[in-house]
């Protein structure tokens, strides 16, 4: 068999072979896709969406902290000393 008799049995396991894949979980996933369906339950996005929120709230608290220390450790002299007087 040569030539475009060879077509048709090899476009027939393509398409076997397509059907059997699609039908399938992948299959499932895409038509979700198409349709808009995101596959993820809403409440464990807002959840999520929650912990983070909190988490950057953390993070810029702890940020302003670390800039605070650092400006207290770079000021060599600190306010809550008292100023040496010179010995006569």
Do not use: C
């Not at 049995?9 to 996933?29: D, M």
């Not at 950057?56 to 450790?73: K, S, V």
């Amino acid at each position: 068999m040569q030539g475009p008799e060879v077509l048709i049995p090899i476009s027939f396991f393509f398409s076997v072979g397509a059907v059997i894949i699609l039908r399938g979980p992948l299959g499932k996933a895409i038509a979700d896709r198409i349709a808009g369906r995101t596959g993820r339950d809403d409440d464990d996005y807002h959840s999520l969406r929650g912990e983070v929120d909190e988490l950057r709230g953390r993070l810029a608290e702890t940020e302003e902290r670390l800039d605070f220390a650092e400006r207290l450790l770079s000021n060599p002299q600190s306010s809550d000393r008292e100023p040496r007087s010179p010995r006569n």
